[in-house]
């Protein structure tokens, strides 16, 4: 799957870069206001700067654009939205989205319009003087915080599809309340000072002087832009919400019955996407991007009606190749059901308990690695449990150290043997770490076996698979005691490697999907071709007796054995 970040429609990646643009605007002018907790020159200083880039053409062009684009698409969503039941995070971004143009509007016309018609000189200043003391500094306080929690519930629902989101988001956490708290903090600093300098009349008319302060009749122009930019809005949003329920209307002449495996049977309006449909009738359905069609938890298997489904769209068609899904597997987000159906939902929330993100899986192409004791069995009949234990312990101390050395995790221990993956950067390096893992096992194995034959105990055979493919790491388990754990066709091609180092009395089988991506040359090694039981076609591997023989894999270097 390609990078979950920037699927979806040509509407959604211009929503979010626009959102990206307007939010590192309001990042940067929020950390300016602050600066005036230390010093004016400061606070005018990277004003300046951030002048630069904003009042150039340019940057004046990228960044009203974005602004508009932004605002534009909102009102299009509204009107298009086949009802107005939402998730309380999408229904209060909404609110807040809708909010901030009450006071962007004033803000931008006693600014950059001022500026431009009237030559005034718009400064921090300027704009705290502005304000200063009335309700005014309390409505762009507000406005503040508005645009602040509006930008960021937009990129937390933007970058929890990602694998470090959830990482770094409790630091991101204080970094988010830090400079709103910042802004506000340098905003009553600054507006303390320069206010009690306006109130010096020598000291008021040399502010007036420098701002270029607007006469009254400019003021009185000001106002009217404002009012009417404010009236502009509103019949903007009158014509979203006025276009909304005319749709409403019209789609109630037509409707439609859908059937839930499991579930209700509903009547819904035709045009509504299945999601949708589930929302406004409170069935619970999951759907982890927000019916973005950018990841697949939406997804359901239509029993009956399938074939009366339009085709999958470009954005669905993708989506739906990355998990392998079958032909009767749709998207709800993306499926407007026309004609009647009877569909099973492949995820259901229990409860009001959600799992996280995390516990829905994250596909990566990686290297395992499966181990297992030869001759276990025989070798510990007739042995007290404490002391097979004890034995089991001494193997594990001895060969795991180098798996970790070379950024392996161990993922479950099974018995006598082990499976573990080499979850790095890209598929190379794992390759790589899994080779030079492979290999250092058996040098810790030959040192282990020396000290079994100094207590006349007899030495101790593995037999290893290698194998590179793709994965899903995810939370498996029941809500509350899932442990992150891999799944995938790679796990059970390493296993079967592992077993057929047996019968060909070998240490180690290792896949030319691994010698491939570590970066080594294939042609003219003995590889075998097996049939392995549980996979769809042949697998090519190496037979390696020793494999510690496989050391000078591990680097980036085309070599041959």
């Not at 989205?97 to 001022?114: D, E, M």
């Not at 009158?238 to 859908?258: D, K, P, T």
């Not at 999951?286 to 990841?295: D, F, I, M, S, V």
Request: glycine share 10%.
């Amino acid at each position: 799957m390609g990078n979950p970040l920037w699927q979806g429609s040509w509407t959604t990646r211009l929503r979010i870069a626009s959102g990206l643009v307007l939010f590192t605007f309001a990042f940067f002018h929020f950390l300016n206001i602050g600066l005036g907790l230390f010093h004016t020159d400061y606070l005018h200083g990277l004003q300046d700067g951030r002048q630069l880039v904003t009042r150039h053409i340019l940057g004046s062009v990228i960044l009203y654009a974005a602004l508009l684009t932004h605002a534009g698409l909102a009102l299009v969503s509204i009107a298009a939205r086949r009802t107005l039941r939402m998730p309380f995070h999408t229904a209060l971004q909404v609110v807040l989205g809708l909010l901030i143009p009450l006071q962007l509007i004033a803000h931008l016309v006693h600014t950059r319009y001022a500026h431009e018609a009237f030559g005034v000189n718009d400064e921090m200043g300027y704009i705290i003087i502005l304000m200063w003391p009335n309700m005014a500094i309390w409505m762009q306080s507000a406005l503040l915080l508005v645009v602040w929690i509006h930008g960021c519930i937009g990129l937390h629902m933007w970058l929890r599809l990602t694998g470090w989101w959830g990482k770094m988001a409790p630091y991101l956490i204080g970094v988010a309340v830090f400079i709103p708290s910042f802004a506000l903090a340098g905003l009553l600093t600054e507006g303390r000072r320069i206010w009690s300098d306006f109130a010096d009349p020598d000291l008021r008319e040399q502010y007036i002087e420098h701002y270029n302060w607007p006469a009254p009749d400019s003021f009185q122009a000001l106002v009217g832009v404002k009012d009417n930019a404010l009236m502009a809005f509103w019949m903007a949003l009158g014509a979203a919400l006025a276009a909304h329920f005319g749709r409403r209307l019209w789609r109630r002449r037509h409707s439609v019955r859908v059937r839930y495996v499991d579930g209700p049977e509903v009547v819904s309006e035709k045009g509504m996407t299945l999601l949708e449909m589930s929302q406004a009738h409170g069935v619970p359905h999951t759907a982890l991007c927000g019916g973005k069609g950018r990841c697949t938890t939406c997804r359901v298997i239509v029993e009956d009606g399938a074939e009366r489904l339009p085709s999958p769209s470009p954005v669905e068609a993708r989506s739906l190749k990355a998990v392998g899904a079958t032909g009767r597997t749709r998207l709800a987000c993306q499926v407007r059901p026309q004609d009647p159906l009877t569909v099973f939902r492949v995820f259901r929330p229990d409860g009001g308990r959600n799992r996280a993100h995390a516990s829905q899986g994250q596909e990566r192409e990686l290297a395992v690695l499966f181990l297992d004791m030869r001759g276990f069995t025989a070798r510990t009949t007739g042995q007290l449990p404490y002391d097979i234990v004890f034995l089991l312990n001494r193997f594990f101390d001895a060969i795991v150290p180098a798996i970790v050395a070379d950024g392996g995790t161990v993922d479950k221990y099974m018995g006598d043997g082990l499976l573990a993956v080499f979850e790095t950067s890209d598929a190379a390096s794992s390759a790589r770490a899994g080779l030079k893992a492979a290999a250092d096992i058996s040098r810790s194995l030959k040192g282990f076996n020396r000290k079994l034959a100094e207590e006349n105990s007899p030495e101790i055979r593995i037999g290893m698979g290698l194998h590179l493919g793709d994965l899903v790491l995810g939370e498996i388990g029941a809500a509350g005691h899932a442990t992150r754990t891999i799944i995938g066709d790679a796990v059970n091609v390493a296993s079967r490697l592992e077993a057929e180092t047996k019968a060909l009395g070998v240490e180690l089988l290792v896949s030319e999907a691994v010698l491939r991506s570590a970066g080594g040359r294939t042609d003219g090694l003995a590889l075998r071709r097996f049939q392995l039981r549980g996979v769809a076609g042949p697998v090519s591997a190496l037979p390696v007796a020793r494999a510690r023989d496989l050391a000078h894999w591990s680097e980036p270097q085309e070599q041959t054995i």
